[in-house]
């Protein structure tokens, strides 16, 4: 990625394109910032941009990226479809407009890297939310692996176990499509934990996965639920299980074991709360946080799901704003995030085949002796 020259210190014009649910994390969170200023938002329902604008306080809405861009935008922020990223972020690299785009990056490998170098070949930023990493859950692991205290992950697992009605699926006709969601319970809901799951890891070298779905066939022709082993040029080794078929929802756990025979494991439960450190096995001794009262009901709703991560999506957006300030890459680059999308693409190939997936070579720790290599 080419770092950016500094961004001067005016105030800068943010442009929001998509008007759906997440949007109003993003106005929400570019609106705690005191240098930049919200200066329009576009939709192809004209109505809901209006309505946004309205209720924002904002002064442009538009029906096109283009007339979005013709307002003189320093960052436009992409809420729009998964499949409609590709144009959006082509349009801004062209126009010279700094890109923050929501999860996922892109549906198709191609389609990520073809971003990413546009935005490379344009000199701006693209930067994708993936805003659990910054939870201090999460960038306490992270230091833990960095300063030696777990030193280098050698085991790992993820568990995405989520419960999904079938109205969640019909209250958008794109919802549940391959063509228009790019991809059921890894696309939508585990990819945020796959990135922190390769976050903590490393690279990847091969991915054995398998998709099915259990109980929203009706409703979705994607998968409601995966699992995989995925290995690592390092040679560690890491699970994954994803679903949005359970009922009431068990919420998201990771664990991971470091070389030097520490743990640690986040916990998100219910959904959309902040993860915490639930375990911290180091030093020989466990420490454990107390679980949350059993009262608590595990199937929030969507609004409530988006409106509790609104804080981590305004320290994402801080970092952005202050990347482009200092000239230094965000936290969360598009290269980044094409690894997580690289990641569950092979599971959902892997299934199809029945084959593992390999980006490089496996370590010699992690190779069968050959008399028993099957």
């Known amino acids: 990625m080419i770092t950016p020259s500094p961004v001067t210190s005016r105030p800068l014009r943010i442009g929001i394109a998509g008007c759906g649910a997440i949007s109003r994390n993003h106005v929400e ?10 200066v329009g938002v576009c939709d192809i329902d004209l109505q809901r941009a209006q309505e946004t604008a309205k209720a924002w306080g904002i002064p442009a809405a538009v029906t096109t990226v283009q007339e979005l861009l013709g307002l003189d935008l320093d960052i436009i922020s992409v809420c729009t479809p998964h499949p409609t990223h590709e144009d959006v972020v082509l349009q801004a690299a062209t126009a ?23 935005c490379d070949d344009a000199g701006v930023t693209l930067g994708v939310l993936f ?20 030193g280098r992950s050698i085991m790992g697992q993820c568990s995405v176990m989520l419960h999904r009605e079938p109205e969640y699926f019909s209250r958008d006709a794109w919802r549940g499509t391959w063509a228009s969601d790019g ?9 945020h934990y796959i990135d922190l799951l390769q976050w903590f890891m490393g690279e990847v070298a091969e991915v054995y996965g398998k998709i099915n779905t259990y109980k929203h ?28 078929a359970v009922s009431p929802s068990l919420g998201v756990q990771i664990r991971v074991t ?11 439960f219910p959904e959309g709360s902040d993860g915490r450190v639930d375990l911290w096995a180091v030093s020989g001794s466990i420490s454990t946080e ?7 009901d595990p199937n929030v709703s969507l609004t409530t799901i988006n409106g509790q991560l609104i804080p981590h999506h305004t320290a994402q957006v801080r970092d952005f704003v202050h990347s482009l300030r200092n000239g230094r890459e965000p936290a969360v680059t598009g290269q980044d995030a094409t690894k997580a999308l ?23 720790s992690t190779r069968l002796p050959a008399e028993i290599a099957v």
């Not at 407009?97 to 546009?118: F, G, N």
């Open 217 to 244: 066939g009706a409703n979705i022709e994607v998968e409601d639920s995966a699992t995989a082993v995925i290995t690592f040029t390092s040679g560690a080794m890491a699970t994954l299980e994803a679903s949005t």
């Open 29 to 38: 969170a570019f609106r705690a910032l005191d240098d930049v200023v919200i």
């Open 290 to 296: 107390p679980a949350h009262p059993q009262d608590i």
């Open 96 to 118: 010279g407009v700094h890109v923050l785009c929501e999860k996922p990056i892109s549906t198709e490998l191609a389609s990520a890297e073809r971003m990413v170098k546009a």
């Open 183 to 191: 991809g059921g319970v890894l696309m939508t809901q585990a990819i």
């Open 258 to 268: 470091g070389e030097t025979g520490a743990s640690a494991s986040l916990t998100e």
């Open 342 to 364: 690289r990641i569950l693409l092979a599971v959902y190939e892997s299934s199809r085949t029945g084959h593992p997936v390999r980006f490089a070579p496996l370590p010699e």
């Open 131 to 150: 805003q659990r990493r910054f939870w201090p859950a999460a960038q306490r692991i992270r230091a833990a692996i960095d300063d030696g205290t777990l």
